[in-house]
């Protein structure tokens, strides 16, 4: 069982950065890979971000892609969703999300737990 709680949302003004951080319970953490996904109002969750169990590999959807940067620490089982350069449209409910495909996937159903979100807003 692993659960994951996520911390440093906010509100930030277009152009600024926040850092999301996950931090995980649990053993074996370093034995999954996790994803940022986010939500906004309205609209379906999708995927941001993920990384490897290892660190190794990173994935990002294309609308994020440059400005937002996914890191793990397996010492401190904790991953970070840092993002720059925010946009109005990056507003939403972000969440971290643990999946046993440790290489990593930008698929939601193949993760396995999930934490309870942390809000973003970005104004403009």
């Known amino acids: 069982q692993v659960q994951l709680v996520e911390s440093g949302g906010g509100l930030v003004q277009a152009g600024g950065s926040l850092r999301l951080s996950c931090a995980a319970s649990?053993?074996?953490?370093?034995?999954?890979?996790m994803g940022w996904f986010r939500q906004a109002p309205g609209k379906e969750r999708e995927f941001v971000a993920a990384?490897?169990?290892?660190?190794?590999?990173?994935y990002y959807a294309d609308s994020v892609k440059g400005r937002f940067t996914i890191s793990r620490d397996n010492a401190k089982n904790t991953v970070y969703l840092q993002m720059n350069s925010l946009k109005p449209e990056d507003t939403a409910v972000y969440y971290c999300?643990?999946?046993?495909?440790?290489?990593?996937?930008?698929?939601?159903?193949?993760?396995?737990?999930w934490g309870q979100g942390t809000q973003v807003t970005v104004s403009s």
């Open positions: 649990g053993r074996f953490f370093s034995s999954y890979s």
């Open positions: 999300a643990a999946s046993d495909v440790v290489s990593g996937t930008k698929i939601g159903p193949l993760y396995d737990y």
């Open positions: 990384i490897s169990w290892s660190g190794d590999n990173t």
